[in-house]
């Protein structure tokens, strides 16, 4: 069996971070460099350096380099030196590092081999940990002609490298708790992205550690369930030059080939090729992860454990299928390609008249026949044209046919737009079959039907309806039933798959009530005889089946922010005799009203897996966590790229008038949420924390992060100084199974010693940069109580205000001035009129090289206010939907509209004293609309509390160079586009405005 250079790197990389849990109390911190995102050419990473100490560190340098040719070409939140080597260092406000804490930078840059998968380097240092140490790392990665051999047991294993170079061996002896034990199973899912379920055992993944496990998944049978064999593919599938196992003990030769990564030619052809279509799609798959929202997830506290998890595509534009920015379908398609996927989740959502009773995702096609045409010919017929290409017809594709469709069409015909879509030409019922012939004769697509949810149909009479009116649209297909692979249940939806203490009661009398009160008559479930989903889609099936469809077909439910976990879920059944008071004591569903839909504060489900519970294909995440379901107020519902969008009050925290049960409960929905669709970094980490079952290290995607173990795990670091020789024991309560591991006299790897693991039951709480990220992108300003005074002086009122820093450098030749030379903060105050901003500048020389103030404004000593008054993002170079306001030093304010740079100084009164190298500036700021236009008199709007805008401070110093040395802001956007202001208002930070 042959394994090439990445099973070394990868796995040392993995090692690595493991022993560096071991070592945590002699070594300062633990360095990783993390692949956030990539795609061709590039690739964007995060080098994080954990105090896992008591100590503070103050001060940090950390160090790595490229052995393949890739580029750096931009960083953010460090100070980079060197060209490969390359140095980092703190900026200031990051240079301490509490213990517990993590603080991260960021790198992109371009790929030294094109469509491969990004090189992960070690990171060195004086801060890090030994172990991790780039040149003895280096020894085992840059090895092109070495073997492992690997040999088991079934009651004890030595582990041992041999160095040519130095030393003769390392070896460790392992005894296990038990004689025997039945091996974990690589989980479905994505736990082990790479693993081929049902092949590779956990012990096996573990000493590998994640992502590794890549392999031609064709050349292996499942792992055997003795516990002789478990760790060893069978010996049919081994190639001739193996050793096979035999029936005590097996060895395999394992030998490096001179490849570092696999290509995407290689992972596209290690993926198994159906012959025809399977019964569950998701048995055996490799589910793909979307880098886009794995980059997003891991960017937050918390995200990392759930980054590596597979989410579905959402193709809800026809601009979403190839846009001119991002990732369009054939991007993540080729995606998959490259990760060794094989099944990918893409949901089709464009239909004419799209959520026809919900405004906040409603589409851009109208009912009729032009929209129906372009539905059909510029949408599903796209669609069907990737979904057919050869190039894919290894990869499962698992369409999630237009949520909410169908549904509206059984409960929601009062609405006039509801109606509509009930035309029998263009309406939902036609369009569908369209889609759905289109699909079915693609022998790789499996199409799963949009059923909403247990709280919407699963009243007996919505449920019947739902079964005709489905049922007979798709009888009404070119294939009939055999046209879908079955139905999805709870899309975007809250309701658990479980009501563990309520389930058994559904059509149950109240507990001492004497049988006269029914607990599904309490006021939550209003008679609904389904409290769960599990309990909604069997009962579906069940009537599917009778209905005439084939008993193939399976379920899927959306698990994605079910859990429900976090300090308020019920531990037991209510012991209450009032009816609603003991369903909600019972109850794990927390919302208000179960028809409540919109951004509810749920939690992360279940993880996606095969086959969860009987009829039941899949737990599936359909819905990315993160992602908003409406904007919380019509200020902030308006999406350039998708305007149809609209305000839905059952996404208004305010709104208390529920239109689905005319009570006065609330939506219950999450405040600040943006348009549909966007990034909700305060729901995701919400969903973190209230994680149901609850997140832990073995969901981590983390490199360093091992397997997590009940006792002590054996753990594997290249050393190039170690002893001779070592035995240290090591006891895993996981399984018992055992292997030895050594290299041939021809190995030139480094000597690789094995030592001993143990994790603490709890691991320390941590607080990542993009914490204080998330923290310093929002500003709170109040509301004065007076009207500061224009004249640069700091008058009482300010002190009701709070400094916010102005120290993340985003541009310039200079990137870290000291603190002598340059420091800035800022304040904000606002009244209905105006919104009062307060400059605190130190900087030893104020600069203005050119008098001119529409001359090179932008290079001179300035300070550049960026101002979006609905937080709507969008380009605006060239129009005024947003501001980026230059105010000079002599008090000009000037900014590039539609007819090029315009002195604006009648929007800013301004005020500058400076004392020595001290500066402070005033001003209020008069805020214009959307509707600015610089041929038309225009009128500045009036301010209110709670406003949501656009908003990020800045400060360009410049001590007499051509041009600007630093460029110094208030926010970090992730992906370091902080400079790109002038261009693109989605990366300026936030400023609400409170009372």
Known sequence: MKISNIFLRRSAAMLIGMFALHSAA???????????????????????????????INGWSVNWRYTDGTTRTGSWNANISGNNPFTATGVGWNDRINPGQTVEFGVQGNKGVANSPAQRPVVSGAVCNSATSSSVLSSVISSSSSSIRLSSSASSSSISIVSSSSISSSSITSTSRSSSSTPLLCPQGN?????????????????????????????????????????????????????????SSSSIVVSSSSSSRPSSASSASSIPTDTQPVDNPFIGARWYVDPVWSAKARAEVGGERVARFNTAVWMDRIGAI???????????????????????????????????????????????????????TEYVDALAAIFSDSKYSRLRIIAIIEPDSLPNLVTNLNDPECQLATDATHGYVANTQYTLNKFAPIPNVYSYVDIGHSGWLG???????????????????????????????????????????????????????????????????EWNPHFSEVSFVQAWRTKMIAAGFPQSIGMLIDTSRNGWGGAGRPTAQSTSTVLDTFVNDSRVDRRLHRGNWCNQPGGIGERPRATPAPGIDAYVWVKPPGESDGAASL????????????????????????????????????????????????????????????????????????????????????????ASSSAISSSRSSSSQSSSIRPSSSSVVSSVVVVSSSRSSSSSARSSSSSSIADRNLYTARKAQVAPVIDG???????????????????????????????????????????????????????????DP??????????????????????????????????????????????????????????????????????????????????????????????????????????????????????????????????????????????
Not at 26 to 55: K, L, M
Not at 219 to 237: H, K, T
Not at 797 to 814: E, H, K, R, Y
């Open 191 to 247: 736990s082990w992205p790479d693993c081929p379920p049902d092949t590779w055992s956990d012990a096996y993944c573990a000493l590998i550690g994640p992502p590794v496990c890549t392999r031609n998944f064709s050349s292996f049978a499942s792992s055997s369930r003795s516990s002789s064999s478990s760790l060893i593919p069978s010996s049919s599938s081994l190639p001739s030059s193996s050793a096979l196992p035999s029936s």
């Open 854 to 995: 529409l001359s090179n404004y932008w290079e001179d000593d300035t300070v550049e206010i960026f101002i979006d008054e609905n937080k709507n993002g969008g380009q605006h170079q060239y129009n005024t939907s947003a501001w980026a306001y230059h105010v000079s030093t002599y008090g000009d304010v000037v900014d590039y509209t539609t007819s090029g740079p315009k002195l604006l100084n009648d929007h800013i009164d301004v005020r500058l004293v400076s004392v020595g190298d001290k500066h402070v500036w005033e001003m209020r700021v008069r805020i214009y609309g959307e509707n600015y236009s610089d041929s038309q008199t225009n009128t500045p709007l009036k301010l209110f509390a709670g406003k949501l805008m656009g908003f990020s401070a800045s400060y360009i110093d410049n001590d007499g160079s051509q041009q600007r040395e630093s460029m110094m802001g208030s926010v970090d956007t992730q992906g370091h586009k902080n400079n790109q202001g002038y261009l693109d208002a989605s990366v300026f930070g936030s400023m609400r405005l409170v009372e």
């Open 635 to 722: 200020e902030l519902s308006y999406d350039p790229l998708d305007p149809a969008k609209g305000f839905d009050r059952m996404c208004d925290p305010t709104y208390t008038f529920n239109e689905g049960n005319s009570t006065n409960l609330g939506t219950g929905a999450l405040a600040n949420a943006p348009v549909a669709g966007r990034w909700f970094p305060e729901a995701f980490q919400l969903l973190v924390r209230n994680a149901y079952p609850a997140l832990d290290d073995s969901s981590s995607s983390a490199s360093s992060s091992p397997v997590s173990s009940s006792s002590s795990s054996a753990v594997i670091i290249p050393s190039s100084s170690m």
């Open 26 to 56: 002699s070594h300062a911190a633990r360095c990783d460099y993390v692949i956030q995102s990539e795609w061709g050419n590039g690739f964007v990473a995060a080098i994080r350096i954990t105090n896992d100490t008591g100590t503070a």
């Open 793 to 851: 002086t700091v008058d009482a009122v300010w002190d009701q205000a709070s400094w916010a820093p102005i120290n993340v450098f985003w541009l310039g030749t200079q990137p870290n001035p000291g603190a002598a030379d340059y420091t800035g903060q800022y304040k904000a105050l606002w009244d209905e009129n105006y919104l009062y901003l307060l400059f605190d500048i130190t900087d030893d020389r104020i600069y203005d090289r050119t008098r």
């Open 322 to 376: 190839d846009p001119a920015d991002g990732f369009g379908l054939r991007d993540h398609f080729d995606a998959a390609l490259e990760q060794g996927a094989n099944l990918i989740q893409v949901v089709v959502y464009d239909l004419p008249n799209r959520d026809c009773h919900a405004l906040a995702s409603n589409g851009e096609l109208t009912q009729g026949a032009n929209g129906s045409a372009r539905y059909r």
């Open 459 to 525: 009243w007996d009479d919505n449920f019947n309806k739902a079964v005709t009116l489905i049922g007979n649209a798709i009888k009404g297909t070119t294939n009939g039933v055999r046209s879908i692979a079955g139905f999805v249940s709870n899309t975007s939806g809250y309701t658990p798959i479980y009501e563990p203490f309520l389930d058994s009661l559904a059509n149950s009398p109240l507990p001492g009530s004497g049988g006269g009160t029914q607990v599904r008559q309490a006021k939550f479930y």
